[in-house]
Nanobody, 122 residues
């Protein structure tokens, strides 16, 4: 059974930075594609960024490209989301998720964390 636990969320001012972490239990971390999703109040959950088991990365909305960086450390069973130049529209609950191949789609993710809230004040 894979369990994911996020940390690192909080309150930050516009222009600030946060680094989210997600630690995975179990022995299959290195075989999983790891992603970050976010859900703002009243909106659907959206893909932010993901790192394939092989190390390649993919990002979702254009608004995060160049500001967010996803990385993984297989020795620590951890995936990170470095968020820079944060904007109020980045405010959301951020979820870590894992899949075994396929698209970066909410319905394709096999395991989910409980989420960590990020609030960016204007």
């Amino acid at each position: 059974q894979v369990q994911l636990a996020e940390s690192g969320g909080g309150l930050v001012e516009t222009g600030g930075s946060l680094r989210l972490s997600c630690v995975a239990s179990g022995r299959t971390f290195s075989t999983m594609d790891m992603g970050w999703f976010r859900q703002a109040p009243g909106k659907e959950r959206e893909f932010v960024g993901g790192v394939w088991w092989s190390g390649g990365t993919s990002y979702g909305p254009d608004s995060v490209k160049g500001r967010f960086t996803i990385s993984r450390d297989n020795a620590k069973n951890t995936v990170y989301l470095q968020m820079n130049s944060l904007k109020p529209e980045d405010t959301a609950v951020y979820y870590c998720a894992a899949k075994y191949g396929g698209a970066w789609d909410v319905n394709n993710m096999r395991h989910w964390g409980k989420g960590t809230p990020v609030t960016v004040s204007s």
